[in-house]
């Protein structure tokens, strides 16, 4: 008698090995299985006699084997046919059947570690229902569409780079700069040109208020026209009543800077023509200025003005002289010089 047999648990357990010790008649209708307390696979392996405690399951043979390596080729084989040969002398069949796919159990290396087993047969897998057959619906015709053209995008501004921020930031800042010393400058001569308003009225208020109105005497006249003309001008000078009366007049025409002042009054003193004939030293084959009474009256005048009070004696002789030294180019005198000299060139 062969000790294993490949058996096929009734209730839907699947198949396993065990020993024909295991079967409870000789009809080997049904088997005993140990429960989760023994340890499956050893209790196969070493054919161990069945307990009276132990749980009975109704089973069909499928096949047999001599030893356990053999039993389980033919588990493995039982997934795909339950017409299993047994190792038996005469050849029969055991458990002709139709071919059909079980589960199978085999002891695993986890219980033969672990010591533990089940109290029932092993369980079936379920089989995955058969997938019908789905049947490819015919591609529908494509119409003649036209294909959509997407426009290109607006174009964008290119990103400021870092160096061109920075070099923006920058000319902002000099613009902002420039502006802020232009406002500046705008309101200094603000301040300034009142200052002079201030003056010039405060002068008009006292001349009111003294009821004194500057004239010059009835025989000086001027713009001085030649040589002689100043002559007898200095004659006339010499009496300090007429200079005072003549610095009163020559200060009325004021200025509200120093060369302002001295340009007016010079030219109220001295004819274009009769300008170039003085500088204010007398060099160069010019007469001197410095020594005439016509500098007492210009210096006078520009200490009784109220703008150009503050002057000193050495400010108002370097002013006199800068005015003397453009008399040659008075009078259109630069225009007809450059022309000359174009024409030698």
């Excluded at 002789?317 to 040659?328: D, F, H, M, N, P």
């Amino acid at each position: 008698m062969l000790p294993f047999a490949i058996v096929d648990f009734l209730d839907g357990g699947g198949v396993a090995v065990v020993p024909c010790k295991w079967f409870t008649g000789p009809e080997e209708s049904a088997c005993y299985w140990p429960p989760g307390r023994v340890n499956i696979s050893k209790a196969v392996k070493n054919e161990v006699i069945p307990n009276s405690d132990w749980p009975q399951f109704k089973v069909r043979v499928l096949g047999k084997s001599g030893n356990y390596a053999h039993a389980t080729a033919k588990l493995l084989k039982s997934e795909e046919t339950s017409d299993l040969h047994t190792e038996s002398d005469s050849g029969g069949n055991v458990g002709k059947g139709k071919r059909k796919r079980r589960p199978v159990s085999l002891s695993s290396s986890e219980e033969e570690l672990d010591g533990a087993g089940y109290d029932r047969p092993p369980f079936s897998v379920p089989l995955l229902p058969q997938v019908p057959e789905i049947h490819q619906p015919e591609p529908p015709q494509l119409l003649n569409i036209r294909p959509f053209v997407q426009s290109p995008p607006p174009s964008t501004p290119s990103a400021v780079t870092p160096d061109r921020r920075l070099q923006q930031g920058t000319n902002n800042a000099t613009f902002r700069d420039g502006i802020s010393v232009r406002l500046l400058s705008l309101l200094e001569e603000i301040k300034e040109t009142q200052r002079v308003h201030g003056k010039m009225i405060q002068s008009l208020l006292t001349q009111r208020d003294g009821n004194t109105v500057a004239v010059l005497p009835q025989d000086i006249l001027f713009p001085l026209k030649t040589v002689s003309d100043v002559e007898a001008m200095e004659l006339k000078l010499a009496d300090p009543t007429v200079l005072k009366e003549v610095v009163a007049v020559v200060a009325d025409i004021g200025g509200s800077t120093v060369d302002e002042a001295t340009r007016r009054m010079m030219a109220f003193l001295l004819d274009h023509s009769l300008s170039r004939e003085y500088n204010f030293v007398g060099r160069h084959g010019k007469r001197e200025f410095r020594g005439l009474k016509l500098f007492e009256v210009i210096y006078g005048s520009l200490k009784k003005n109220a703008l150009t009070n503050q002057i000193n004696r050495k400010e108002a002789e370097k002013a006199v002289s800068k005015w003397l030294i453009g008399a040659r180019d008075r009078g259109g005198n630069r225009t007809a010089r450059a022309r000359g000299a174009e024409q030698d060139g």
